[in-house]
């Protein structure tokens, strides 16, 4: 006994001491302690993630100011210590802010803003600080300076990791060469292990963002990426959530705090894309919810209808009670299904009608009394109505009597719950056939276990299922109002009713000014500035959803040149235009890449699964205003199904015009096998001709043009006259341009083509569009020049005009080019054009 | 092309080495007028292109008049457009070349000495990859050009195939004419078939009828038991697909000594078909077929009916034989009643027979019993 008495007093003491050390854990000191959730992890990780975090900042600072983005980033070995140094022109942080952005894990400014950021909960930079002083022992070093301002604001600063507030060493005016702009200076136990991903994520940032200046000099060297672009990103705007994107708690806590009276001025206040029209369809769904449908049967004889009216009206004149009670029928009779408000509403109509004919008052009680004597000939047409719907929706292979068994359970069911609802006070039928879907369902299969069990049939789900659609579909949207908004607040039940109700509806995506989308055009631009390829292509999808978040996915691919052609392609992740370094596997883009067969794209990939292989490189960027990583250091994004399906679509478009480019490229380099083979088959197949018939040499790039579905452009010139004949012989139109440069002045030119005189060499230009299997000719007078007289055999004449002939707009290995001047033997020699520029 | 030939077989002029010439020069100018298309579709830009019967049995149809099997009208086209067929092309207009030249010198080579000779040409191009790709060019040529290998003076490597019989006749040698006895001038290998069959004039025939024999063994067989003796017969050694030459000479004995011919080989579907290019013409040269085909040719056997009469030794039949079989049903040269009839029976008994299986009944069997029996039947005897 003494030792239980003990005991317990024991007991009594280690719960005190227990409560004693319970104590609040400061939001710093759990981060200090879980640095891989912030991706601080290791030494070599944490300098990268450091980098990352001030440049996103910096990004985002400058972007959102309006000013082009210039950062430099500094990383030097001292000691044993690493310094990184981040500088930005972005607007500068005012004095007081300073220390609790940099000093304060969780303070920021878009936390709670939908809006596409790179950063987001205020954690980032703030725990590059808290990872320097843990390792290092020395304070951030903070240089910021608002434009217009005379001098630079210089803080030391530490966090308070006890109660997460900045705590600062030193805090004075400086100079500083930057008219405005931001510079932090970290100390930190790191290394340059992950060199690789250093770089890379400078130079994936530098894609994604073309129209920053980002420089970084590291101990090992030095990388600058210039704009490619002066087109800031467009600026976005915030938004408000979604009726698809929101929690209940976040709902309650919205209700709690609107100036909204009633629900659907609230959700078309607070929400985004919810009009008038949505909003009471949310409503409907949410009545629907909250009260209920009220099920309408078939309307009762005509007679029937009369008669219980009559008998149900007392103390008015025998005229006006039938006047009465023959409205009341007619009203009934124009309902194919009429439910209970519906009958007291034709009773409420019958005695306006009535009043106004017979002068007899017929006020709501008897309006109540004509309702409650007709709602019960109505409802007589349950079983028969019921049969109807279980007929449509069970199988024709059921027994009729079966069908008509399972009907008449069911309306019984109705009956039923009148009996149980005098006592009880819950909201079920009300003797109005008022009703819930879940307890309609009840119903269904209530009877339908009732008729397993008696008839051994089987009922099963989709049959009931149809069964109880059925129903619903038969069920009318009470004219209840809906509750006040303080009440859903107040009432976690309603307000998931009201949550459930918004989700159901179909409601517009979201507006995407929230997005701000690379573009394919300046995804095509970065890719162009960071790869050297010889192929680029760019898909930027339309917006899409994923809980109320609206998100953009962009791909592109960048192909050949000089792009690393052993090993599988390289893949480049952006989520809101931040590279993602880390994690590669885990990230939904990486599963979507593999996923997809990329033979048919024209890529080598070992087994038809996985990353393909090959020159190339292969980026996506997730915009939204909520990308879903898989953790709190955003490295991966995680494997949501509409985000998973977009980024799908996305490659698969820019991977087409992969296809479509490798397709030509296969077809040009077997045309230009094929035409080197003929080149050499057919002079000699040509000589030999000549040899065996014993006549002149043949002249064989008409044939040749023609076998290879060739443009063939020759040059005669005939009495200074000069012709540029172009021959089509492919199956397509082609446009191709000319550039003829002549050494002699040119006249009379044909076709509208612009002439251009530089140095005493004219530059005449045409574009004509030759038909398949047709011709062009093109002209020019050469009059005057030198001692030309239409002949060229002239041999003393030195100022022989000379020509060239450039060809450009048609690929290069279609084009046969002969325009030797005429006065040497014609020969074959084929000017290579420039190249034209794939896209 | 047969007309010229026969022409000039049928002339018995004092200088047959002239008429040779015009024959020569007759070629050499086809040969140069195609090569002359070429070069002008080349001069008017076009593409060169050179049509020639497509040859394959889809493409054989029955000349009422000749009694033979030609081609039909489907073609296909050598044409420059692309590379094998700019490679085929070169390679014709070098080998036109070289006939050509070969005609103009009066030399001869055999198909084997053009395709090695191919290798000495400076265009490497235009070298055959194999002898068939060479042999089948030169057929081309004689179907575009219209004149036979042998007046391109083009020969076999070796025909080797021999007559035996009471003929004599006039071969032009390179060492002059000859005059041979093809029993008393000849040794027991017979009178050996010269390439070009055309240069034989016949000046005496005791024959009473032509008998094609598929294998030497049988040949051996019916010339030691004195069979050519015996019944007058014109013993031809086919050895095994009868050469050019040897259906030509075949041809000629039937046309212009007005004897019957007929075909004695084993009882499996490749010997019908040794026996379909003697008759109707091969599918390979049916552009030569009224040249080369003997359509009055008649089989002897083995038949298949001759395997269940004679209740001959057998071996079954492979699934390569039963093949064979079901091809000729439709080969149009076999759509005939006997040959329906004795194929379905082959196919249905599943059995086939050597010539040899008739020594199973004794040596003399074959000359004593079954061809007597067999040619009484046809009428021959």
Same mark, same amino acid.
């Given at each position: 006994?003494?030792a239980?008495?003990?005991?317990l007093?024991e007991?009594?003491?280690?719960a005190?001491?227990?409560?004693?050390?319970?104590?609040?854990?400061?939001i710093?000191e759990?981060?200090?302690?879980?640095k891989?959730?912030?991706?601080?992890?290791?030494?070599?990780?944490?300098l990268v993630?450091?980098?990352?975090?001030?440049?996103?900042?910096?990004?985002?600072?400058?972007e959102?100011?309006?000013?082009?983005?210039?950062?430099?980033?500094d990383i030097?070995?001292?000691?044993?210590?690493?310094?990184?140094?981040?500088?930005?022109?972005?607007?500068?942080?005012?004095?007081?802010?300073?220390?609790?952005?940099f000093?304060?894990?969780?303070?920021?400014?878009?936390?709670?803003?939908?809006?596409?950021?790179?950063?987001?909960?205020?954690?980032?930079?703030?725990?590059?600080?808290?990872?320097?002083?843990l390792t290092?022992?020395?304070?951030?070093?903070?240089?910021?300076?608002?434009?217009?301002?005379?001098?630079?604001k210089?803080?030391?600063?530490?966090?308070?990791?006890?109660?997460?507030?900045?705590?600062?060493?030193?805090?004075?005016?400086?100079?500083?060469?930057?008219?405005?702009?931001?510079?932090?200076?970290?100390?930190?136990d790191a290394?340059?292990r992950?060199?690789?991903q250093?770089?890379n994520?400078?130079?994936?940032?530098?894609?994604?963002?073309?129209? *920053?200046? =980002? $420089?970084?000099r590291?101990? !090992?060297?030095?990388? &600058? /990426?210039e704009? #490619?672009t002066?087109q800031?990103?467009? +600026?976005?705007e915030e938004?408000?959530?979604?009726?698809?994107?929101?929690?209940?708690?976040?709902?309650?806590?919205?209700?709690g705090?609107?100036?909204?009276?009633?629900?659907?001025?609230?959700?078309?206040?607070?929400f985004?894309r919810?009009?008038?029209?949505?909003?009471?369809?949310?409503?409907?769904?949410?009545?629907?919810?909250?009260?209920?449908?009220?099920l309408a049967?078939?309307?009762?004889?005509?007679? *029937?209808? =009369? $008669?219980?009216?009559?008998? !149900?009206v007392?103390? &008015? /004149?025998?005229? #006006?009670?039938?006047?009465?009670?023959? +409205?009341?029928?007619?009203?009934?009779?124009?309902?194919?299904?009429?439910?209970?408000?519906?009958?007291?509403?034709?009773?409420?109509?019958?005695?306006t009608?009535?009043?106004?004919?017979?002068?007899?008052?017929?006020?709501?009680?008897?309006?109540?009394?004509?309702?409650?004597?007709?709602?019960?000939?109505?409802?007589?047409?349950?079983e028969a109505?019921?049969?109807?719907?279980?007929?449509d929706?069970?199988?024709?292979?059921?027994?009729e009597?079966?069908?008509?068994?399972?009907?008449?359970?069911?309306? #019984?069911?109705?009956?039923?719950?009148?009996?149980?609802?005098?006592t009880?006070?819950?909201?079920?039928t009300?003797?109005?056939d008022?009703?819930?879907?879940d307890?309609?369902?009840?119903?269904?299969d209530r009877?339908?276990?009732?008729?397993?069990?008696?008839d051994?049939?089987?009922?099963g789900?989709?049959?009931?299922?149809?069964?109880?659609?059925g129903?619903?579909?038969?069920?009318?949207e009470?004219?209840?109002?809906?509750?006040?908004?303080?009440?859903?607040?107040?009432?976690?039940?309603t307000a998931?009713?009201?949550?459930?109700?918004?989700? #159901?509806?179909?409601?517009m995506?979201?507006?995407?000014?929230?997005?701000?989308?690379?573009?394919?055009?300046l995804?095509?631009?970065?890719?162009?500035?960071?790869?050297d390829?010889?192929?680029?292509?760019?898909?930027?999808?339309?917006?899409?959803?994923?809980?109320?978040?609206?998100?953009?996915?962009e791909?592109?691919?960048?192909?050949?040149?000089?792009?690393?052609?052993?090993?599988?392609?390289?893949?480049?992740?952006?989520?809101?235009?931040?590279?993602?370094v880390?994690?590669?596997?885990?990230?939904?883009?990486?599963d979507?890449?593999?996923?997809i067969?990329?033979?048919?794209y024209?890529?080598?990939?070992?087994?038809?699964?996985?990353l393909?292989?090959?020159?190339?490189?292969?980026?996506?960027?997730v915009?939204?205003?909520?990308v879903?990583?898989?953790?709190?250091?955003?490295d991966?994004?995680?494997?949501?199904?509409?985000?998973?399906?977009?980024?799908?679509?996305?490659?698969?478009?820019?991977?087409?015009?992969?296809?479509?480019?490798?397709?030509?490229?296969?077809?040009?380099?077997?045309?230009?096998?094929?035409?080197?083979?003929?080149?050499?088959i057919?002079?000699?197949?040509?000589?030999?001709l000549?040899d065996?018939?014993e006549r002149?040499?043949?002249?064989?790039?008409?044939?040749?043009?023609?076998?290879?579905n060739?443009?063939l452009?020759?040059?005669?010139?005939?009495d200074?006259r000069?012709?540029?004949?172009?021959?089509?012989?492919?199956?397509t139109?082609?446009?191709?341009?000319?550039t003829?440069?002549?050494s002699?002045?040119?006249?009379?030119?044909?076709?509208?083509?612009?002439?251009?005189?530089?140095?005493?060499e004219?530059?005449?230009?045409w574009s004509?569009?030759?038909?398949?299997g047709?011709?062009?000719?093109?002209?020019?007078?050469?009059?005057?020049?030198?001692?030309?007289?239409?002949n060229?055999?002239?041999d003393?004449?030195?100022?022989?005009?000379?020509?060239?002939?450039?060809?450009?707009?048609?690929?290069?290995?279609?084009?046969?080019?002969?325009?030797?001047?005429?006065t040497?033997?014609?020969?074959?020699?084929?000017?290579?054009?420039?190249?034209?520029?794939s896209? | 092309?047969s007309?010229?030939?026969?022409?000039?077989?049928?002339?018995?002029?004092?200088?047959p080495?002239?008429?040779?010439?015009?024959?020569?020069?007759e070629?050499?100018?086809?040969?140069?007028?195609?090569?002359?298309?070429?070069?002008?579709?080349?001069a008017?830009?076009?593409?060169p292109?050179?049509?020639?019967?497509?040859?394959?049995?889809?493409?054989?149809?029955?000349?009422?008049e000749?009694?033979?099997?030609?081609?039909?009208?489907r073609?296909?086209?050598?044409?420059a457009?692309s590379?094998?067929?700019?490679?085929?092309?070169?390679k014709a207009?070098?080998?036109?070349?070289?006939l050509?030249?070969?005609?103009a010198?009066?030399r001869?080579?055999?198909?084997?000495?053009?395709?090695?000779l191919?290798e000495?040409?400076?265009?490497?191009?235009?070298?055959f990859?194999?002898?068939?790709?060479?042999?089948?060019?030169?057929?081309?040529l004689?179907?575009v050009?219209?004149?036979?290998?042998?007046?391109?003076?083009?020969?076999?490597?070796?025909?080797?195939?021999?007559?035996?019989?009471?003929?004599?006749?006039?071969?032009?040698?390179?060492?002059?004419?000859?005059?041979?006895?093809?029993?008393?001038?000849?040794?027991?290998?017979?009178y050996?078939?010269?390439?070009d069959?055309?240069?034989?004039?016949?000046?005496?025939?005791?024959?009473?009828?032509?008998?094609?024999?598929?294998?030497?063994?049988?040949r051996?067989?019916?010339?030691?038991?004195?069979f050519?003796?015996?019944?007058?017969t014109?013993i031809?050694?086919?050895?095994?697909?009868?050469?050019?030459?040897?259906?030509?000479?075949?041809?000629?004995?039937?046309?212009?000594?007005?004897?019957?011919?007929?075909v004695f080989?084993?009882?499996?579907?490749?010997?019908y078909?040794i026996?379909?290019?003697?008759?109707?013409?091969?599918?390979?040269?049916?552009?030569?077929?009224?040249?080369?085909?003997?359509?009055?040719?008649?089989?002897v056997?083995?038949?298949?009916?001759?395997?269940v009469?004679?209740?001959?030794?057998t071996?079954?039949?492979?699934?390569?034989?039963?093949?064979?079989?079901?091809?000729e049903?439709?080969?149009?040269?076999f759509?005939?009643?006997?040959?329906?009839?004795?194929?379905?029976?082959?196919?249905?008994?599943?059995?086939k027979?050597?010539?040899?299986?008739?020594?199973?009944?004794?040596?003399?069997?074959?000359?004593?019993?079954?061809l007597?029996?067999?040619?009484?039947?046809m009428?021959?005897?």
């Amino acid at each position: 006994m003494t030792a239980f008495q003990s005991t317990l007093g024991e007991e009594k003491d280690i719960a005190g001491e227990l409560a004693e050390n319970q104590r609040a854990i400061s939001i710093a000191e759990f981060f200090e302690k879980n640095k891989h959730m912030l991706g601080f992890d290791s030494g070599a990780r944490g300098l990268v993630t450091a980098v990352k975090e001030a440049v996103d900042n910096a990004l985002d600072a400058t972007e959102e100011a309006g000013i082009l983005p210039d950062v430099y980033i500094d990383i030097s070995e001292s000691s044993n210590y690493y310094t990184l140094v981040v500088e930005d022109n972005g607007p500068g942080i005012t004095a007081e802010e300073v220390p609790r952005v940099f000093g304060k894990l969780l303070y920021g400014s878009r936390f709670h803003k939908r809006e596409q950021k790179r950063g987001q909960q205020g954690i980032g930079i703030s725990a590059a600080v808290l990872y320097s002083q843990l390792t290092s022992g020395t304070p951030a070093k903070i240089t910021s300076r608002t434009a217009g301002s005379e001098q630079a604001k210089y803080f030391e600063l530490i966090i308070d990791t006890d109660s997460n507030e900045p705590e600062i060493y030193a805090e004075r005016e400086t100079t500083w060469d930057r008219p405005h702009g931001t510079r932090i200076e970290l100390e930190m136990d790191a290394n340059m292990r992950a060199r690789g991903q250093l770089r890379n994520y400078v130079k994936h940032t530098a894609v994604v963002n073309p129209h *920053a200046r =980002i $420089e970084l000099r590291e101990p !090992a060297g030095e990388f &600058k /990426s210039e704009r #490619a672009t002066d087109q800031l990103p467009a +600026a976005t705007e915030e938004i408000r959530p979604h009726p698809h994107g929101v929690e209940l708690g976040t709902l309650i806590k919205m209700l709690g705090t609107t100036d909204s009276y009633s629900v659907s001025g609230f959700l078309q206040e607070e929400f985004t894309r919810v009009g008038q029209k949505s909003a009471a369809n949310v409503l409907s769904s949410f009545r629907d919810r909250q009260f209920g449908r009220e099920l309408a049967w078939s309307p009762p004889d005509r007679e *029937a209808c =009369i $008669e219980a009216v009559h008998d !149900a009206v007392a103390n &008015k /004149s025998k005229e #006006a009670t039938e006047t009465f009670a023959v +409205a009341v029928a007619d009203r009934v009779r124009e309902f194919d299904r009429l439910c209970h408000h519906e009958v007291a509403e034709a009773a409420a109509g019958a005695a306006t009608a009535a009043t106004e004919e017979t002068g007899t008052t017929f006020g709501d009680t008897v309006q109540e009394r004509a309702t409650e004597a007709v709602w019960p000939l109505v409802v007589e047409s349950r079983e028969a109505d019921c049969h109807a719907i279980v007929n449509d929706a069970t199988t024709s292979r059921k027994d009729e009597a079966v069908v008509r068994a399972l009907a008449r359970r069911i309306a #019984a069911k109705f009956n039923a719950d009148i009996g149980d609802d005098e006592t009880d006070d819950d909201n079920t039928t009300d003797g109005r056939d008022r009703l819930t879907y879940d307890t309609l369902r009840g119903y269904v299969d209530r009877a339908a276990d009732t008729t397993v069990e008696r008839d051994e049939v089987a009922v099963g789900d989709t049959a009931r299922e149809k069964i109880t659609e059925g129903l619903w579909e038969i069920g009318r949207e009470v004219p209840d109002d809906p509750p006040k908004i303080r009440e859903i607040a107040d009432d976690r039940d309603t307000a998931g009713r009201l949550l459930r109700a918004m989700e #159901a509806t179909d409601v517009m995506a979201p507006p995407t000014e929230c997005l701000s989308p690379i573009t394919d055009e300046l995804v095509l631009a970065g890719l162009r500035k960071e790869f050297d390829g010889d192929f680029y292509s760019a898909a930027t999808r339309n917006a899409a959803v994923h809980g109320g978040d609206p998100f953009i996915v962009e791909a592109g691919i960048a192909y050949g040149g000089e792009l690393e052609s052993e090993g599988s392609v390289d893949l480049l992740r952006f989520a809101n235009r931040v590279p993602l370094v880390y994690q590669r596997g885990a990230c939904a883009t990486t599963d979507v890449i593999k996923s997809i067969g990329w033979r048919n794209y024209g890529l080598d990939q070992p087994g038809g699964t996985g990353l393909p292989n090959g020159p190339a490189v292969v980026m996506i960027h997730v915009a939204s205003t909520n990308v879903p990583f898989t953790s709190e250091s955003k490295d991966a994004i995680a494997n949501v199904p509409e985000i998973e399906h977009e980024i799908e679509l996305a490659v698969r478009e820019a991977a087409r015009d992969l296809k479509a480019y490798l397709k030509k490229q296969r077809s040009m380099r077997k045309r230009r096998e094929k035409q080197d083979v003929l080149a050499a088959i057919l002079p000699r197949m040509a000589t030999k001709l000549a040899d065996v018939t014993e006549r002149d040499r043949l002249d064989i790039d008409d044939s040749l043009a023609r076998i290879m579905n060739n443009v063939l452009i020759e040059r005669t010139i005939e009495d200074n006259r000069v012709k540029l004949v172009v021959e089509n012989h492919s199956a397509t139109n082609e446009s191709p341009e000319l550039t003829e440069i002549v050494s002699a002045e040119p006249s009379g030119i044909s076709d509208g083509a612009s002439v251009v005189e530089m140095d005493g060499e004219w530059f005449i230009e045409w574009s004509p569009t030759v038909e398949s299997g047709s011709e062009a000719v093109l002209e020019y007078a050469l009059d005057g020049t030198g001692n030309s007289n239409g002949n060229n055999d002239d041999d003393g004449g030195s100022d022989e005009p000379s020509f060239d002939l450039d060809v450009s707009g048609v690929e290069s290995e279609k084009v046969t080019v002969n325009a030797a001047p005429t006065t040497e033997p014609s020969s074959t020699t084929t000017t290579p054009p420039t190249p034209s520029t794939s896209e | 092309m047969s007309t010229d030939t026969d022409s000039d077989a049928e002339t018995d002029g004092d200088d047959p080495k002239a008429e040779a010439d015009v024959q020569d020069n007759e070629a050499r100018e086809r040969l140069v007028d195609l090569a002359a298309a070429f070069y002008d579709q080349f001069a008017a830009g076009d593409v060169p292109t050179m049509a020639i019967p497509t040859r394959t049995k889809s493409n054989i149809e029955y000349d009422e008049e000749a009694g033979v099997w030609v081609y039909g009208d489907r073609e296909s086209s050598r044409s420059a457009n692309s590379v094998r067929g700019a490679r085929k092309l070169l390679k014709a207009i070098y080998t036109i070349d070289f006939l050509a030249q070969q005609l103009a010198e009066d030399r001869s080579s055999t198909l084997r000495e053009l395709y090695y000779l191919s290798e000495s040409w400076d265009e490497k191009e235009a070298q055959f990859a194999d002898q068939d790709e060479s042999n089948q060019l030169v057929e081309d040529l004689e179907i575009v050009t219209s004149v036979a290998r042998e007046d391109f003076h083009m020969r076999p490597e070796e025909s080797g195939a021999t007559l035996m019989g009471p003929l004599r006749l006039r071969e032009q040698t390179r060492r002059g004419e000859r005059e041979i006895h093809c029993q008393e001038d000849v040794g027991e290998g017979g009178y050996q078939i010269p390439n070009d069959p055309d240069t034989i004039d016949f000046l005496d025939c005791d024959a009473d009828f032509v008998l094609c024999v598929e294998t030497g063994g049988m040949r051996d067989r019916l010339v030691e038991n004195g069979f050519d003796d015996d019944y007058g017969t014109m013993i031809v050694h086919l050895k095994g697909q009868p050469a050019r030459a040897t259906r030509r000479i075949t041809k000629r004995l039937h046309d212009e000594l007005d004897l019957p011919v007929l075909v004695f080989t084993d009882g499996d579907p490749w010997s019908y078909r040794i026996y379909g290019s003697i008759a109707y013409g091969s599918i390979k040269s049916a552009h030569l077929s009224e040249y080369l085909a003997t359509p009055e040719a008649r089989f002897v056997g083995i038949q298949p009916a001759d395997i269940v009469e004679y209740d001959l030794p057998t071996d079954p039949l492979s699934d390569s034989d039963r093949n064979a079989l079901e091809n000729e049903l439709k080969d149009p040269r076999f759509q005939t009643g006997y040959w329906r009839e004795q194929i379905e029976l082959q196919l249905e008994i599943d059995k086939k027979a050597e010539q040899q299986a008739l020594a199973s009944r004794g040596l003399d069997f074959v000359t004593d019993t079954y061809l007597p029996e067999r040619l009484s039947a046809m009428g021959v005897l």
